[in-house]
């Protein structure tokens, strides 16, 4: 049974510093793509960043809103994959639930930002920034 499990979310001000992270579980994940999205109240999934994992061809997309500010990492070892999301200078416009995402295989970069690339799913982390 394939298990995607994010932790360290919380409460921050404005300009501070919060560190996500995911942990997958049940099955290889050699070829797959790890990625976070998040889902403001009223508000349709938003991909935040995405880490492929190719050995050492992998590389990281982020979406425009957290270009400069979110830095995703991910693990090695593929049998146990673990991705993090380092958020820096939070803006209230971040507060959303956070969600992390793996695919069973690599998603091409065109498609990287598409909820629907992706077949396992974290129950969601809770970031607020307050002003």
């Known amino acids: 049974q394939v298990q995607v499990v994010e932790s360290g979310g919380g409460l921050v001000q404005a300009g501070g510093s919060l560190r996500l992270s995911c942990a997958a579980s049940?099955?290889?994940?050699?070829?797959?793509?790890m990625a976070w999205f998040r889902q403001a109240i009223g508000k349709e999934r938003e991909f935040v960043a995405a880490?492929?994992?190719?050995?050492?061809?992998?590389?990281?997309?982020?979406g425009d809103s957290v270009k400069g500010r979110f830095t995703i990492s991910r693990s090695s070892d593929s049998s146990k994959p673990t991705v993090e999301l380092q958020m820096n200078n939070l803006e209230p416009a971040d507060t959303a639930t956070y969600y992390c995402?793996?695919?069973?295989?690599?998603?091409?970069?065109?498609?990287?930002?598409?909820?629907?690339?992706?077949?396992?799913w974290g129950q969601g982390t809770q970031v607020t920034v307050s002003p």
């Open positions: 880490s492929k994992w190719s050995g050492i061809l992998g590389s990281v997309n982020y």
């Open positions: 995402a793996a695919s069973e295989n690599m998603v091409i970069s065109s498609q990287i930002d598409r909820p629907d690339r992706y077949d396992y």
């Open positions: 049940g099955r290889t994940f050699s070829k797959s793509t």
